[in-house]
């Protein structure tokens, strides 16, 4: 048995191989015998890491699996086997890695923001898999390109550059240009984004955020991040309904979503909706680089005590 109390992500990460795709899994086992089983799906400019702090949070309740996506967190994308980084094909993907990791039993899925986009269209396109869904559980998720608050102008900007990088020859130049770590150190933290994701940080802390940052943006394939980018900024999964309620915990502050259309959408795709809480967070997600202590302000006491009651 792993010193959890000393542990790192790297403990607990394995290789994993599918469909001739390489990456990395993240398994903690189950705190008790009868715990649950989380499958926990990363979002948007995520690697294992990134998300340590809240695995170990959630493995006090639950075993957790998190794997990475193609393209994500360093793992090999689609593009490598002639395929694109759509979010049918990673929703395609996170149903192979069930039906593999899971053969029959149950498990309760947690998805981050574009993970739960991902989760969502894997069990509208796979409808057999709810019935090994015990719980499915939105963290800060979405469901259309309408609960997104940017203006119209920002919404058109970040959808016409996305589209652009998607492309081989520019998404080469973004990789190796745009992403020098000289650059992004200069630029980065100038960006609306980064401005509003560091407001109130210390100095001391945001040369170690943006380290990290780095290391983020070089861990994910340019045009995965940039072909979802498009397709999140145009999203519409309201067309098929999935025979599950949903649990969300949403962000009162999330600077991306508009609470009370992500709810009205939710309620179109899934059978029930019932809200866990609305965190009152600075951030749509904890930081990159957040602890244990830190991450386990994204994990409400509703939650936790529907993970001890299952």
């Known amino acids: 048995m792993k010193n959890k109390k000393n542990a790192s992500p790297a403990d607990y990460i394995e290789p994993l191989n599918i469909n001739g795709l390489e990456g990395r899994v993240l398994h903690m086992p189950a705190p008790k015998k009868d715990a649950p089983e989380i499958l926990f799906v990363y979002g948007h400019h995520s690697s294992l890491e990134r998300w340590w702090g809240v695995a170990q949070f959630l493995n006090r309740y639950a075993a957790v699996t998190m794997p990475d996506l193609p393209g994500f967190g360093g793992m090999d994308s689609f593009y490598k086997i002639g395929k694109k980084g759509s979010i049918d094909n990673l929703a395609d993907y996170l149903a192979a890695f069930m039906k593999m990791r899971y053969k029959r039993r149950k498990v309760v899925v947690v998805g981050m923001s574009l993970g739960f986009v991902i989760a969502t269209r894997m069990l509208q396109r796979t409808p057999e898999l709810t019935k090994r869904i015990e719980r499915l559980v939105s963290f800060a998720g979405f469901a ?45 933290t100038k960006t609306h984004n980064a401005r509003e994701k560091f407001e109130g940080v210390a100095a001391e802390e945001l040369e170690e955020l943006v380290h990290f940052e780095t290391k983020l943006w070089h861990s994910n394939e340019v045009r995965t991040y940039m072909t979802t980018t498009v397709e999140f ?4 999964n309201c067309r098929k309904q999935i025979d599950l309620p949903v649990y969300h915990v949403g962000v009162k502050a999330d600077r991306y979503f508009d609470n009370d259309l992500v709810e009205q959408h939710f309620r179109v ?24 202590k830190s991450a386990s302000l994204f994990v409400p006491p509703k939650l936790r005590r529907m993970l001890q009651r299952r």
Not at 160 to 185: D, K, Q, T, V
Not at 233 to 236: A, G, I, S, V, Y
Not at 269 to 292: G, K, Q, R
């Open 233 to 236: 900024l145009n999203l519409d």
């Open 269 to 292: 795709i899934y059978t029930d909706f019932e809200l866990l809480t609305m965190l009152d967070l600075a951030n749509h997600a904890p930081s990159v680089i957040a602890d244990e």
């Open 144 to 188: 259309h390109k309408d609960d997104f608050t940017f203006s119209k102008t920002r919404h058109r900007l970040y959808s016409l550059g996305a589209r652009l990088f998607s492309h081989r020859l520019p998404a080469i130049f973004f990789r190796y240009i745009c992403l020098h770590p000289w650059i992004l150190r200069t630029v980065y």
